[in-house]
């Protein structure tokens, strides 16, 4: 890379980072400036955690191949019954077996 193609990544960077910054100030901005926070604006903060685990784990489930997407259906299986702790053991014990047995 030469020097006007590293500029232009810090530009990007630097673009990303303000953007961020805005985004994440003008909420607080927003919310501080309401008396009560409006139903409807509580049920969308209150999606946010799950829209944003979907955006982690969907690429991984689609593209990610058999032994990763068994391994989530497993998590998921255990999670809804057993502690974080356990939904970790068990993924990982799956894409383990299947990568190192089955492959």
Sequence with gaps: MDNAEHMHLIYIILAAAFATFLTRIGGYVMITQMKRIPPRMEAALN?????????????????GGWDVAAAMLVAFAIGLRF????????????VMAIRHVVM
């Design 47 to 63: 999606s946010v955690p799950a829209a944003v685990l979907s955006t982690l784990v969907a690429p991984a489930f689609v593209s």
């Design 83 to 94: 502690s974080s702790l356990w939904m970790l053991a068990a993924g990982w014990l799956v």
